[in-house]
Each structure stands twice: as structure tokens, then as C-alpha cells.
């Protein structure tokens, strides 16, 4: 991810290792040969609200509905299926849609964290 995904250029492997160990849920996808191929993480305060993130598919394996897999696994399928989810993306919009996802409405408001500006871009 740190090469790879837009989302986790900026972070340091001590960084990542600290995100999963605090997050609320982990879903990972597996090769055949045990490698890792895809991952999602979620936040969430365990009664009603998660925040979906660092949702990443290893180039080689898109195209496969594997990212679609990910996000049905930890929406639909554990402890958050009743819960209020949200995310923040630059792509995939129609992945995340298929899954019930909408823009925000009037309501939403969002504060970007301190250095995002600064954060390298894809």
C-alpha cells in the first residue's frame, strides 16, 4: 500500500501497523500461495457508525470483482450491516455505490486533517 494506493503514500509502516492494531475491523484477501492481495479497514465506535477506509486491491488482481468482495465482507457481512457508513475516495465511486454509498447530503462536513494539503497525490 505505502508504494501503491494514493490513500497510503504518505504513511510509514510503523503508521499502518498502528492503524490495524487501533482499527475496529480488518479484512484482507488472500492468493492461493498466502500472499496478500487486498485489504479494508474500518473505525467505528461498535453500536451504529464505522468509517470504511484504506480499501486497496493489488494491481495484478483487479478486474476480478475482488474490491467488490472486500467492501460486501465489511459492510455487509459483520457486525456493522445496521451501522451509518461513510468514506472518502478519489475513485471507485461506482464500486462504493453498488454498495448503497451516495454523496453526502447538505449535512455532511468534513475537516481535513492537519498536512492532508501537503500529503502527495496521485
Known amino acids: 500500500m505505502s508504494t501503491e494506493a494514493y490513500c497510503g503514500r504518505w504513511r510509514t509502516r510503523a503508521d499502518v501497523e498502528a492503524q490495524v492494531a487501533g482499527a475496529w475491523r480488518v479484512v484482507g484477501a488472500y492468493a492461493a500461495d498466502g500472499a496478500q492481495v487486498g485489504f479494508a ?7 451504529g457508525f464505522a468509517y470504511l ?33 461513510v468514506l472518502f475516495t478519489r475513485d471507485a465511486h461506482g464500486l462504493y455505490a453498488s454498495h448503497g454509498f451516495a454523496e453526502p447530503g447538505e449535512r455532511a462536513m468534513v475537516r481535513q486533517a492537519r498536512g492532508a494539503l501537503a500529503a502527495p497525490q496521485a
Do not use: K, Y
Open 41 to 47: 479497514r474500518a473505525v467505528s465506535d461498535g453500536a
Open 53 to 85: 477506509a484504506d480499501v486497496f486491491v493489488a494491481p495484478e488482481h483487479r478486474g476480478h470483482r475482488l474490491g467488490h468482495r472486500l467492501v460486501e465482507t465489511m459492510v455487509d457481512h459483520g457486525p456493522g450491516a445496521d451501522f451509518r457508513w
